[in-house]
Nanobody, 126 residues
């Protein structure tokens, strides 16, 4: 069965950096577009960054462009999110997600495309 296990969250001061990792298993990782989403209490889950399996193209939320970088290691079945210049508004639970598509499907941040989710890792910026 599909497993997505996030790690790397924590507490950091504004301006700091963190690297999130997601270990994937139970599906053909290289054939799945992958993404990072985040959620704070009382708000809808929002797309942060996604990476297309077909061509390696990436997509970012406007709020993180230039600060966050998504990458993947298909050999190790790992997804990464490098987060720099962190701001208090980046505080959230961050989730790794697997798309049913190798391309963008319904769109890079459409939750209709993403079918499996990890348990999340908390990022707190103060």
């Amino acid at each position: 069965h599909v497993q997505l296990v996030e790690s790397g969250g924590g507490s950091v001061q504004a301006g700091g950096s963190l690297r999130l990792s997601c270990a994937a298993s139970g599906f053909t990782y290289s054939g799945s577009t992958m993404g990072w989403f985040r959620q704070t209490p009382g708000k809808e889950r929002e797309g942060v960054a996604t990476i297309n399996a077909d061509d390696g193209n990436t997509a970012y939320a406007d709020s993180v462009k230039g600060r966050f970088t998504i990458s993947r290691d298909n050999a190790k079945k790992r997804l990464f999110l490098d987060m720099n210049s962190l701001k208090p508004e980046d505080t959230a639970m961050y989730y790794c997600a697997q798309s049913r598509y190798s391309g963008w499907g319904y769109g890079p941040f459409s939750t209709k495309s993403f079918v499996s989710w990890g348990q999340g890792t908390q990022v707190t910026v103060s």
